[in-house]
């Protein structure tokens, strides 16, 4: 009798340990459910793409449309879809009579390719130095960390590029302002159009034929070389004072993002000494410039942000923006 209720009470169980492993196997559990054969059931006919990985690739995709939409003033200017406003000028004002040199110091090639190429050049090497040194951990759908890396740090960086680019552009349009060789672009001086000192000309009588120099002569507020070159310059900085942790680094560090502060400045002043813009207009580059790489490493970027804990559970992690420092521990 004793016998035919333990065996009772074990044909009881049975049941039960069944009816738990099936629960486990159908919650997930990656802990127990691989010692048993429910979890390598689970496993085998788990979907290759989660849900969390669709929500993340959605979120990329909105970076993307941040990103071009970011860049929808700058591409307006570049491909001369809107004019810049037709300010005039007063008789006699000897700020937009300085000569045209052709010839720039530093050209709009040089800058973009030399910006872009210094940041990013140092951003790519860094973090593939943190990757395969640091042994830094990604949470990202992709699972090359060096690309999920590149992506976090690069992404930011380039959307900054857009921002700062975009609000310059939208400055030259809405503003107007004359360059300092307007009257020299024009071919026309305040003698050959008889007018009285002090007045007021609203058009310009300009006598060059061609057109594209002459809308680019009332693009001087506020200087792109100068924003441009300070944000990238500024940018580069900030990610040294968050990655280059070397002890040994103690002046070396300081003595690079100083000689990168000087390689701006120099850039801007060069478009004083070249006659493209009044010392103002490099003056408020500089400061947009700076603010926006400011802006941009400390609240953007991950650089500055307390590193996410590698071993919390997907469940447990937020589904912000791919740019956020809770997607990849980068």
């Known amino acids: 009798m004793q016998k035919f209720n333990s065996t009772g009470g ?4 049975l049941p039960r340990d069944a009816d738990l492993q099936l629960r486990l196997a159908d919650c997930g559990s990656s802990g127990e459910s691989k010692e048993n054969g429910a979890g390598k059931h689970f496993l085998s006919q788990q979907p290759e793409q989660t849900p969390l990985c669709t929500k ?3 979120l990329v ?5 941040c990103l071009c939409v970011a860049s929808i003033p700058f591409f307006a200017c570049e491909l001369k879809a809107v004019t810049p406003y037709r300010r005039g000028f007063f008789c006699g004002d000897t700020s937009i ?32 130095f943190r990757v395969k ?15 999920s890396c590149l992506y976090k740090e690069l ?41 009285t000192p002090g007045s007021y000309i609203p058009v310009a009588p300009c006598r060059q034929n061609n057109t594209k120099l002459v809308e680019e002569a009332r693009k001087s507020f506020f200087s792109g070389h100068a924003s441009f070159a300070m944000y990238t310059m ?10 280059l942790s070397w002890r040994g680094a103690r002046l070396l560090r300081p003595l690079i993002q100083f000689l990168l502060v000087m390689i701006a400045i120099y850039t801007g002043l060069s478009r004083i000494s070249d006659y493209r813009h009044h010392p103002t207009d490099v003056l408020t580059g500089f400061i947009q410039g700076g603010l926006t790489a400011y802006w941009v490493a400390f609240y953007i970027s991950s650089m500055f942000k307390p590193r996410a804990r590698p071993d919390l559970s997907p469940t447990c992690m937020s589904l912000e923006s791919p ?5 990849t521990v980068c």
């Open 155 to 195: 992404g930011s960086f380039l959307f900054g590029c857009c921002i700062g680019q975009s609000l310059t552009n939208m400055a030259k349009l809405s503003v107007g302002r004359l360059r300092p060789n307007f009257l020299s672009v024009c071919n026309i001086t305040y003698s050959s159009i008889n007018c």
């Open 61 to 65: 995709g909105l970076d993307v449309i």
């Open 323 to 327: 740019l956020s420092s809770q997607q």
């Open 10 to 13: 074990h044909s009881d169980t």
């Open 234 to 243: 500024m940018y580069l900085a900030f990610y040294l004072q968050a990655r």
């Open 97 to 128: 009579t300085y000569p045209y040199v052709e010839r720039e110091a530093i050209p709009d090639s040089l800058l973009i390719a030399g910006g872009i190429a210094i940041t990013g050049i140092t951003i790519a090497l860094g973090e593939c």
């Open 133 to 147: 040194f640091r042994g830094v951990h990604s949470r990202a759908f992709v699972q090359n960390r060096y690309v």
């Open 56 to 58: 993340r690739r959605v």
